[in-house]
């Protein structure tokens, strides 16, 4: 399993993530070496995360209620701009048909490619969030065109 985020202004390392990966291992190795270092400067953040409001207290040493974070609707189709950069990368990787010898080999396959997206394209998925978000609930939380 390989483990990225993503901004506005950034992308964080591609991780190899294997094993159990449970809450402290996901704090330890990624949120204190990836996602803290990848919002360094950022002054207004949407998490959009499954991470409990006690471990990101834990975590920033302060109250999480200035914090803003984008709840997403049980019945919606998962509306994280990473879901389409997984999407996009996952189809540059289908489209090499020479098999990865090595879980290594495609995972420095994935890395490339990762490491190739551009940013201009990231933040137009940000940028567009709030039109999707509107199709959403236009749809009453069932299927949009993205």
């Known amino acids: 399993m390989v483990w990225g985020a993503i901004s506005y202004h950034g992308l964080s390392n591609l991780l190899r993530i294997e094993g159990n990966f449970n809450s402290n291992r996901y704090v330890r190795e990624v949120v204190l070496h990836e996602v803290i ?10 998490f959009q995360q499954i991470m409990h409001a006690h471990i990101l207290q834990r975590l920033f040493g302060t109250s999480t ?15 994280s701009p990473i879901e389409h950069v997984r999407d996009l990368v996952g ?17 420095l396959r994935i890395k490339a490619r990762w490491n190739s997206l551009q940013q201009a394209d990231i933040q137009n998925l940000f940028d567009f969030m709030s039109c999707r978000i509107e199709k959403l609930i236009a749809a009453r939380g069932g299927y949009t065109k993205y």
């Open 65 to 79: 209620q200035h914090m803003q974070r984008f709840s997403r609707s049980a019945y919606s189709p998962d509306m």
């Open 91 to 107: 189809r540059s990787c289908v489209r090499d048909l020479r098999p990865a010898a090595s879980k290594d080999e495609l995972l």
């Open 37 to 46: 270092p990848l919002l360094q400067g950022v002054t207004e953040a949407i």
